[in-house]
């Protein structure tokens, strides 16, 4: 039979274990996150090519940083020339932006990044058909929008304060394409 003297000894260090588990645990896990970076020896060959411009700042990068320019790097290493030709003009366009209009696309990057992932890929896919419109049915989609904008009272989005954003008003994707009178026949190149 166990005496209460030894039961309280028992549940004691039980008690010290688990408190010197969790602290170990704590030490453990703040050790860890001091060791989030990846180090330049870390990356692949063709992921050091492509940053080969940060390499002097790259000790520096927080860990979130290094990691989405790492992600960054394998994406392009998988695209196809195509692919990059079209990223490369992309990010030629957005440079030459105002600041404002920079600003904005920022903005709405990092709202819907803040957008959980079902929802993020219900939008791609809602953008992804809109794209594959015709031109005259998304100018109509995008006049359609307009005018209700204009009827509810509301501004643009990029003539809003740089505190709010509206979020973005979608057809379903099902949604019919609205009726056009007749499409305009002239052809309007988009500008290079």
Known sequence: MIST???SSGTGVRRVGAIALLLLSLLYSGLAMGQDSIAWSELTEEEQGLLRQLEQQWSGLTPERQ???RRGATRWQQMAPEERIEA???QRLFQEMPPEQRELINRRFLQ???VPLGQQQRLQEIQRQFRGLPPAQREALRQRF???RIQRGQQR???QSPTRVAPPRVAPPNAAPPRL???NTQ???PPR
């Open 181 to 183: 009178e007749r499409p």
């Open 146 to 148: 307009e005018n209700q």
């Open 187 to 189: 052809r309007v190149n």
């Open 88 to 90: 490369q003009r992309q």
């Open 157 to 159: 989005p990029d003539a």
């Open 112 to 114: 819907f990044n803040d």
């Open 5 to 7: 003297e030894q039961q």
């Open 67 to 69: 990691e989405r320019l």
